[in-house]
């Protein structure tokens, strides 16, 4: 079982510690009574998901000793305009670094992580279509 | 629309930057080719559902002038056993401190937010089952 302890401090900050022993801050914007020192809430849901399929990706593209040299993940949410906002649409576009680097290889590693490895998107996916892009950027 | 980048560094460290331009390391661990300097993606849902849950609660309360001082929020889950491991359930334990504070308005603060408000457990429960409980300490 994972766990995690979110701990009030003053106006909306709190502060989140799980199972790997790191602590990141979290805070509410100005105009809801917080003091914005840290990312929303909502906004690690994106950070989460860009996160575990990058290192999906990352790791594939490394076993099928694929020349990358850098990962860029771009991830757009769409949340429904009534209460409570949930994310209904998720968008991620991958930017993969490398010269040589294969399309036909960035593709299943996207693949892979999507439809097999990634626990971020099979959680997310139960509210939010996801969907994906990607480019290839030889420099 | 919410966005968020998501970059990749070395090893399988990864750092994500949203809206509000706070930005968060996530790493593996050791075992998996990363260097643990920074949570795992899968806890940050944990802890987006601790902050955004824990935020409602504490606003709620003081509209309503509940002399709350603290509020922990742990959060345990249950991933599925096979790939992609997404989680299938989660409990939250709300832990409010405050001398006087009232049991009744503690729980209409949680079913407040867990019914209406709280946009990452809308979001989380398209894929977990999610139940909560609490206890008040008068310290």
Chains 1, 2 share one sequence.
């Not at 990141?24 to 860009?50: A, F, I, Q």
């Not at 099928?64 to 040299?69: F, L, M, S």
């Not at 670094?97 to 996916?125: D, F, H, N, P, Q």
Request: with cysteine.
């Amino acid at each position: 079982m994972a766990k995690a302890k979110i701990t009030f401090t003053s106006g909306l900050q709190f502060v989140g510690e799980a199972d790997s022993g790191h602590a990141v801050v979290m805070d509410g914007e100005e105009k809801s009574g917080g003091r914005n020192s840290g990312p929303r809430p909502m906004e690690l849901l994106l950070l989460g998901l860009g996160g575990c399929t990058g290192m999906d990706v990352v790791s594939i593209l490394r076993k099928k000793r694929e020349p990358v040299i850098g990962l860029e993940v771009n991830v757009n949410g769409i949340m429904a305009e009534d209460y409570p906002h949930k994310y209904t649409q998720m968008e991620i576009e991958y930017v993969v670094k490398g010269k040589g680097v294969t399309e036909g290889g960035v593709k299943r590693a996207i693949e892979l992580s999507m439809e097999k490895y990634c626990s971020v998107k099979a959680t997310l996916e139960g509210a939010a279509k996801i969907g994906w892009s990607c480019r290839i950027v030889e420099e």
